[in-house]
C-alpha cells in the first residue's frame, strides 16, 4: 500500500470511528446495509427504521433505541426515473446571491456517501434525538469498514422489491382503452343486428 493510500485509509478509519465513545454501544446490534444494486429511497426507509429502532417491540419515541447502522457500496446506489440529472441539492453560503445547487450526478462523483445520508437524515423528525442517530451511521462508498471485529455484527436482508409494471396514469388509459374498444365492438354488433332484422323486414313488404 502506498503512502497515499495509507493516509487516506487511516484518515477514512478516524473518520469511522469518531464519536463512538459518545455512544452506549450495550446491548446494541450492528446491523450492516449492502447498497449495491438499492433504490436510494427505499433503502434510506430501512435504515431510518433501524436507526430509530422502529424495528424493536420496545420502541419509544423520545428514547435512543436505535442499532448501529453500517452501509457499504455507497456508490453503487441507484435511484429510478430521471432523478440522477433532475435532482438538486441546495444550500446558501450566508452571502447575498450565494445560492449553490448541484446535481445527484455530482454529488455521487464528489462524495457518495453524502448522498444517502441526506436521504436517511430528511426521514428522521427533527428533535434533541437526531444527532445520536447520526452518531449510528456509518456509510462508506466501498464494500469494506472497519468494524469487523464486532460481535453483534450481522447483515441486514432487504426484502425483494415488488417492481410495478406500468404507472398508474398509464394502466388507468389503458384501461379506459379497453373499454372504449369494448362499448365499440358491442356497438357495432348490435347495429349489424338492427341491418339484418331490417333486411328480414323488407322482403315480407315487398311482397
Given at each position: 500500500?502506498?503512502t497515499?493510500?495509507?493516509?487516506?485509509?487511516n484518515?477514512?478509519?478516524k473518520k469511522a470511528l469518531?464519536?463512538l465513545r459518545?455512544?452506549?454501544?450495550?446491548g446494541?446490534?450492528?446491523?450492516?446495509?449492502d447498497?449495491?444494486?438499492q433504490?436510494?429511497?427505499?433503502?434510506?426507509?430501512h435504515i431510518?427504521?433501524?436507526?430509530?429502532?422502529k424495528?424493536?417491540p420496545?420502541?419509544?419515541?423520545y428514547?435512543?433505541?436505535?442499532?448501529?447502522?453500517?452501509?457499504i457500496?455507497?456508490?453503487?446506489v441507484c435511484v429510478?426515473g430521471?432523478?440522477?440529472t433532475?435532482?438538486?441539492?441546495?444550500?446558501?453560503t450566508?452571502y447575498?446571491?450565494?445560492l449553490?445547487?448541484?446535481?445527484l450526478k455530482?454529488q455521487m462523483?464528489k462524495?457518495?456517501?453524502?448522498?444517502?445520508?441526506k436521504?436517511?437524515?430528511?426521514?428522521l423528525?427533527?428533535?434533541?434525538l437526531?444527532?445520536?442517530r447520526?452518531r449510528?451511521?456509518r456509510?462508506?462508498?466501498?464494500?469494506?469498514?472497519?468494524?469487523?471485529?464486532?460481535v453483534l455484527?450481522?447483515?441486514y436482508?432487504?426484502?425483494?422489491?415488488?417492481?410495478r409494471?406500468m404507472r398508474p396514469?398509464a394502466?388507468?388509459?389503458?384501461i379506459?382503452a379497453q373499454?372504449k374498444?369494448e362499448?365499440?365492438e358491442?356497438?357495432?354488433t348490435?347495429?349489424?343486428?338492427?341491418?339484418?332484422k331490417?333486411q328480414e323486414?323488407?322482403?315480407?313488404i315487398?311482397a
Amino acid at each position: 500500500m502506498s503512502t497515499a493510500a495509507a493516509q487516506s485509509f487511516n484518515g477514512n478509519l478516524k473518520k469511522a470511528l469518531a464519536g463512538l465513545r459518545r455512544i452506549d454501544l450495550e446491548g446494541l446490534k450492528w446491523r450492516v446495509f449492502d447498497a449495491k444494486g438499492q433504490v436510494l429511497g427505499r433503502l434510506a426507509s430501512h435504515i431510518s427504521t433501524v436507526v430509530q429502532g422502529k424495528d424493536k417491540p420496545t420502541y419509544t419515541p423520545y428514547r435512543e433505541e436505535g442499532d448501529m447502522c453500517i452501509v457499504i457500496n455507497a456508490k453503487d446506489v441507484c435511484v429510478t426515473g430521471r432523478k440522477m440529472t433532475d435532482k438538486f441539492y441546495r444550500w446558501h453560503t450566508g452571502y447575498i446571491g450565494h445560492l449553490k445547487e448541484r446535481s445527484l450526478k455530482d454529488q455521487m462523483a464528489k462524495d457518495p456517501t453524502e448522498v444517502i445520508r441526506k436521504a436517511v437524515m430528511r426521514m428522521l423528525p427533527r428533535n434533541k434525538l437526531r444527532d445520536d442517530r447520526d452518531r449510528k451511521l456509518r456509510i462508506f462508498a466501498d464494500g469494506e469498514h472497519p468494524f469487523g471485529d464486532r460481535v453483534l455484527l450481522e447483515p441486514y436482508v432487504m426484502p425483494e422489491r415488488q417492481v410495478r409494471e406500468m404507472r398508474p396514469r398509464a394502466r388507468r388509459a389503458m384501461i379506459r382503452a379497453q373499454k372504449k374498444a369494448e362499448q365499440q365492438e358491442q356497438g357495432n354488433t348490435s347495429n349489424t343486428r338492427k341491418g339484418k332484422k331490417r333486411q328480414e323486414v323488407e322482403p315480407e313488404i315487398s311482397a
